[in-house]
């Protein structure tokens, strides 16, 4: 079924993504949504606070809690874990946010029942936590000479500060990963992985009231704990800053931008219509490519966004190139002639349809995957969304206007308070 068509899009499609929502008896939520004929049984287990725990000197420890829970338990080993798993074509991961794991379909109860397992038991053997923590450390150890990877966290220090986890890597660094043991790992867990702070998202075909009532013998022993009390954070003022990473290669990784908006921001819609207008819709129309990419040549990867990074804190407005040392502040002048512009001059409304066209259609795309749909059910509860919020939003991309748009990016666009991140060879900006 679809909505009629508005001006300057194709039929809006309606998606739709019902869930019932029930709490266990361990105080967990847990949110279902059946898919009929769905072969797949995704299963995402969400676990709040995340790398917002992490002690100072340890940063990364939350992540490595759920990346690797999956290395036994008090009672099966991870070749246990996989014995069960395997044949029915599932299996489990983790990172700083929690759980999650996949499976044919008809075998879910057995995914929640391990699931639940590694909640309460994850005992991260010393012997296979330490083979993966010296996998970490040599990522960590590659990245810190990457100057594309510390021209990222780079950026995030300036727009987040040194002391908030938003202004660093989740898996934190080769100094704090070298200080962090098996023992942190399971205190962790035993401190924050609790039924209070927990969100299961379950999406297949299957039925939800049995779903409950396997979920509540799978976490059963889930301890119910204290909910999660989030302190609102404050962030480095609105003004220009400077930093760079400078290593000799043949290319500089250039960052601008600012803080950016909440996913609650009333202006999340005309928004991310903007980006798709301004630096993220197909290469053939998005105006940063078209500009620094096709009419100038000054790299192939180029890209600028607001919207994509808005969660319940404040994501941020980054605009992105990998350029040639002598092109970079041209580069620069572009990136803010263009912000300017969109503030300054309403969108033509065909330019404004092709994006508006594109993001609908590749919006309703992305939710094809179960384990897309069983996120997007955690969202949903994090920032509590209505229950038809995900059937209405494509047709609230469609009915932006040129107005809506100039309106947003006066608002939400500073260029005269831009931060700039560089990675590479020296560059003296202009």
């Not at 105006?287 to 941020?316: E, F, N």
């Amino acid at each position: 079924m679809t909505l009629p068509a508005i001006q300057g899009t194709r039929s809006v499609p309606k998606i739709a993504v019902p869930r019932e929502r029930f709490e266990l008896s361990c105080g967990a939520t847990l949110l279902v949504h059946r898919r009929e004929g769905a072969p797949v049984t995704a299963v995402r287990i969400h676990i709040r606070g995340g790398p917002g725990l992490d002690p100072v000197g340890k940063e990364g420890l939350a992540y490595m809690a759920g990346a690797f829970a999956d290395q036994g338990t008090e009672s099966k080993s991870d070749e246990d874990i996989a014995m069960l798993l395997e044949p029915e074509g599932g299996a489990i991961q983790g990172d700083a946010m929690g759980l999650s794991g996949a499976v044919a379909g008809s075998s879910w109860g057995l995914l929640l029942d391990v699931l639940g397992e590694v909640m309460v038991s994850a005992n991260y053997p010393g012997a296979r936590v330490a083979t993966h923590l010296d996998r970490l450390k040599t990522r960590l150890s590659v990245e810190a000479e990457d100057p594309r990877a510390q021209g990222s966290i780079l950026f995030k220090k300036l727009i987040y500060g040194d002391s908030h986890f938003l202004g660093r890597s989740a898996y934190g660094s080769l100094e704090s990963a070298s200080k962090i043991t098996p023992a942190d790992m399971r205190a962790h867990r035993e401190a924050y992985w609790c039924g209070k702070r927990t969100v299961i998202a379950v999406v297949g075909d299957v039925d939800p009231s049995a779903v409950r009532d396997h979920a509540e013998k799978s976490f059963a022993a889930l301890p119910a704990g204290t909910p999660h009390e989030r302190v609102e954070p404050t962030f480095p003022p609105l003004e220009p800053r400077r930093a760079s990473f400078e290593r000799e290669r043949n290319q500089v990784h250039v960052s601008l931008g600012h803080l950016g908006i909440k996913r609650s921001s009333a202006d999340y819609v005309p928004l991310a219509v903007m980006d798709h207008v301004l630096g993220t819709g197909p290469g053939f129309t998005n105006r940063i490519t078209q500009k620094l990419r096709d009419q100038m040549g000054l790299a192939y990867t180029v890209h600028a966004d607001i919207h994509g990074s808005a969660g319940l804190l404040p994501g941020m407005f980054r605009a992105y190139i990998g350029t040639s040392p002598e092109h970079v502040n041209t580069a620069i002048d572009g990136f803010l002639t263009e912000m300017n512009a969109i503030r300054d001059e309403a969108v033509p409304e065909d330019e404004l349809g092709v994006a508006k066209s594109y993001l609908v259609g590749s919006f309703s795309m992305g939710f094809e995957r179960a384990s897309r749909r069983a996120s997007y059910l955690i969202s949903a509860e994090l920032h509590g969304f209505p229950a038809d919020h995900l059937e209405r939003l494509p047709a609230e991309f469609a009915a932006v206007t040129p107005e809506d748009v100039q309106r947003a990016a006066r608002a939400h666009l500073r260029p005269e308070a831009c931060s700039i991140a560089l990675s590479g060879p020296p560059v003296k900006l202009s």
